[in-house]
T-cell receptor, first 116, second 112 residues
Framework: NAGVTQTPKFRVLKTGQSMTLLCAQDMNHEYMYWYRQDPGMGLRLIHYSVGEGTTAKGEVPDGYNVSRLKKQNFLLGLESAAPSQTSVYFC???????????????FGDGTRLSIL | RKEVEQDPGPFNVPEGATVAFNCTYSNSASQSFFWYRQDCRKEPKLLMSVYSSGNEDGRFTAQLNRASQYISLLIRDSKLSDSATYLCVVYHSGGGADGLTFGKGTHLIIQP
């Protein structure tokens, strides 16, 4: 049971290049999330998904796109990378919440992305 | 924006001591509360959920004060391995799947 797996672990891009970050989970979770973490800013939600075929914008969605074609995978795309997107990106998943609580999230070990 | 505030620290504490830190939240409709631990250059991991009556897990005790809108984490008999950043996480009702708000974390350093 691998949990949440992110690929790649590290990447350096030039401004204007595109790339896709892959997140895979084997826990049959309904919800998946992409966050970025910057020094002094904490975790900020980029996009999320509440099920296969669905996506929604989070707090900082600009410059990113996502897709959830399969339940176990959640892809984060950068169409035209900018230096402001240099960050550590975390994927997370959780079970479907009930009415009164939210299930804790399980995180991947992160992707360190540098845009030059 | 629903805010979760934490003292960033660092808290420098000698090994074996007891340390406590708080987190305040602004949304009175918040319903679920968690403490996550994040080691340097690692992913956040759930430490414990926080229940209304308070709860304990070994050396760790979490408390919730709804009236004052804060939660606390107490670590007894601190170990060197407790050195990490502790993230306060709050879920507010009606927030949907994106209803979680993460604090920026409190950095704890346990010194030998």
């Amino acid at each position: 049971n691998a949990g949440v797996t992110q690929t790649p672990k590290f990447r350096v891009l030039k401004t204007g290049q595109s790339m896709t970050l892959l997140c895979a989970q084997d826990m049959n979770h309904e919800y998946m999330y992409w966050y970025r973490q910057d020094p002094g800013m904490g975790l900020r939600l980029i996009h999320y998904s509440v099920g296969e075929g669905t996506t929604a914008k989070g707090e900082v969605p600009d410059g990113y796109n996502v897709s959830r074609l399969k339940k176990q995978n959640f892809l984060l795309g950068l169409e035209s990378a900018a230096p402001s997107q240099t960050s550590v990106y975390f994927c997370a998943s959780s079970e479907e919440k009930d009415s009164y609580s939210n299930q804790p999230q399980h995180f991947g070990d992160g992707t360190r992305l540098s845009i030059l | 924006r629903k805010e979760v505030e934490q003292d960033p620290g660092p808290f420098n504490v000698p090994e074996g001591a007891t340390v406590a830190f708080n987190c305040t939240y602004s949304n009175s409709a918040s319903q679920s509360f968690f403490w996550y631990r994040q080691d340097c250059r690692k992913e956040p991991k759930l430490l414990m959920s926080v229940y209304s009556s308070g709860n304990e897990d070994g050396r760790f005790t979490a408390q919730l004060n709804r009236a004052s809108q804060y939660i606390s984490l107490l670590i007894r008999d601190s170990k060197l391995s407790d050195s990490a950043t502790y993230l306060c996480v709050v879920y507010h009702s009606g927030g949907g799947a994106d209803g979680l708000t993460f604090g920026k974390g409190t950095h704890l350093i346990i010194q030998p």
